[in-house]
């Protein structure tokens, strides 16, 4: 008898786990060994506010008779050719990125069981993220996009707080939207294989001492991989940064250190979603707590508001706010190419 309860215990961990739901027998076993909270019902409420608040910015842009269409650039404002080109290569490769991050997490798992997995949601999460994007430049001009990059405009005026900033510049579709799937649900793979490893070869490291390694790991990446794309590309820059905290201070390619801190920020707070769901016997992460005492129905769709609530708050939190006040704040100003400026 011992040995079936423990068998519809592992079944239903591994059912949870691909994202479906357990028989109601099994998921009663395993809902006994979880602490009675509702934490998922608070993630969902944000995450629907959140995803709102999205659609509707991106509506009103959309149906705007003046600001949705490419950012002008002006005759005569040319780009090297080989910038253009590296400028091309890295939409290419962004896209790329993306287009195998929706295969594997969500197309390949649906075509397999007819589930949608965590990972699915997180990839969905960075998608509604990208709204926040406009953020950037809510209040002063703080990230200047190249305009030759492949765009549609941008949103900004259509998002709450909008106090007057810059309304008409190149947010970039297929470089600036694939960061919030690179930089999430990609970067939080790697995370969760860099914790595995540690876990495999430190076996009484701390989960503290392990995540601390992970976001400088994340930390150092982002300051490599951005850097290397300022400098070949042009695809953005830094026009007013925090000056102590910037390297580079005065050079068009200056390169705020908290720009890698608050993306690290984001890319950790990915990995400790998805880390918490592996590691939780019920195979749920620490925002979905309580979704096995919803009713079947409503499982899947509290879950991925949920998901899409906490990335929100992730992209808002750790990387915006503390962007704008280190950029409104900002001491170091640069000039950037003519193709940067909004139009």
Not at 106 to 123: F, H, N, Q, S, Y
Not at 141 to 170: D, K
Not at 318 to 340: A, C, D, E, K, R
Request: with cysteine.
């Amino acid at each position: 008898m011992k040995k079936s309860t423990n068998t519809s215990y592992d079944a239903s961990v591994r059912e949870l786990r691909r994202g479906g739901s357990a028989p109601a027998s099994a998921a009663g076993t395993v809902a006994v060994t979880a602490a009675r909270n509702d934490t998922i019902k608070a993630w969902a409420i944000w995450g629907a506010i959140w995803t709102a608040i999205a659609i509707n910015a991106w509506v009103r842009w959309i149906m705007s008779d003046t600001l949705f269409g490419p950012a002008p650039i002006a005759p005569g404002d040319v780009i090297a050719p080989g910038r253009l080109m590296a400028l091309r290569v890295l939409e290419v490769i962004s896209t790329l990125v993306v287009l195998q991050c929706v295969w594997q997490c969500v197309a390949k798992p649906w075509m397999k069981e007819r589930k949608v997995t965590l990972e699915g949601m997180l990839l969905l999460g960075g998608v509604i993220g990208f709204s926040a994007d406009s953020l950037l430049n809510l209040h002063h001009f703080l990230f200047a996009f190249n305009a030759h990059s492949i765009n549609l405009g941008v949103w900004t005026s259509f998002m709450p707080f909008y106090t007057g900033g810059p309304a008409r510049y190149a947010e970039s579709l297929l470089w600036g939207f694939p960061m919030y799937v690179y930089f999430g649900i990609t970067a939080s793979l790697a995370g969760c294989a860099i914790i595995k490893s540690l876990r495999t070869r430190f076996p009484n490291m701390t989960n503290a001492t392990a995540y601390a390694i992970t976001y400088a790991a994340f930390i150092i990446g982002d300051i490599v991989l951005e850097n290397s794309i300022i400098r070949t590309t042009d695809a953005y820059m830094f026009p007013k940064t925090y000056g102590p905290l910037t390297f580079f201070a005065g050079s068009i390619y200056q390169f705020p250190f908290y720009e890698a801190l608050c993306a690290g920020g984001v890319s950790l707070g990915f990995t400790v979603i998805r880390q918490s769901a592996l590691d939780d016997p019920e195979g749920l992460s620490l925002v979905e707590r309580g979704a096995n005492r919803l009713s079947p129905g409503l499982r899947t769709p509290m879950r991925m508001l949920a998901v899409i609530g906490a990335c929100g708050a992730l992209f808002i939190l750790v990387y915006h706010l503390p962007f704008n006040w280190l950029g409104v704040v900002g001491t170091s100003v640069i000039q950037p190419p003519s193709y940067m400026l909004p139009g």
